[in-house]
């Protein structure tokens, strides 16, 4: 089974500062792993995901996310932050089948 | 074009009586999914559909919870005699293909409260 951990609930950050959001997971097998945000009273959106290939993935809104399999880690960065990054960002793996398995959670705050 | 839409967006529901939750996924996508998500907690798979089979359940709770997709379209989450701790926001959300690489697309959700 798969096991996803995102080691900060929450990151106060103020804007135009860089941001890491940390993300690891466990698997036994070959995994495909993505980012979701969450605007306040909104559904989750896809960010970006890490299928094959190049292990630096580019997504949305200028965030990326480098894929480690020596660490497995899938830690999601953005060099400058603005207020409206202010979200919930959840860290997802998938190997079995279609079922995603999701982190946590981390709140991103940003700050003026 | 329309995005997963769900219904209500917020049920306040007294404890022991039953709820329908209603889920209308993008037209022509095949996978349709329910989450759940407490505080706190992140998301929680419930279970997933291909089509209107239902390939894992594994994530039901109890069996106080139910779903069922017909006409390969719109899905209905159902509980049971509901107890304070199912309040949570369920989630549903809809994939275009079956297999792994294939991104979610969420509704916002149906925020239910069990007093």
Redesign the interface.
Known sequence: AQSVT?LD?QVPVFEEAPVELRCNYSSSVSV?L?W?VQYP??????LL?Y?SGSTLVKGINGFEAEFNKSQTSFHLRKPSVHISDTAEY?C?V??Q?????????TILRVKS | GA??SQSPSNKVTEKGKDVELRCDPISGHT?L?W?RQSL????E?LI?F?GNSA??KSGLPSDRFSAERTGGSVSTLTIQRTQQEDSAVY?C?S?LL????????????TRLTVT
Not at chain 1, 97 to 105: M, P, T
């Open positions: 995102q609930s495909y993505f979701y009273n909104q559904g989750l959106q896809l995901k299928l959840f997802a998938s190997a089948g279609n079922k995603l398995v999701f982190g946590a959670g | 995005g997963v996978a999914y989450y706190g907690q992140g998301l798979f997933y291909q390939p894992d989630l959300a994939s079956q297999g792994n690489n294939s991104p979610l697309h969420f509704g916002n959700g």
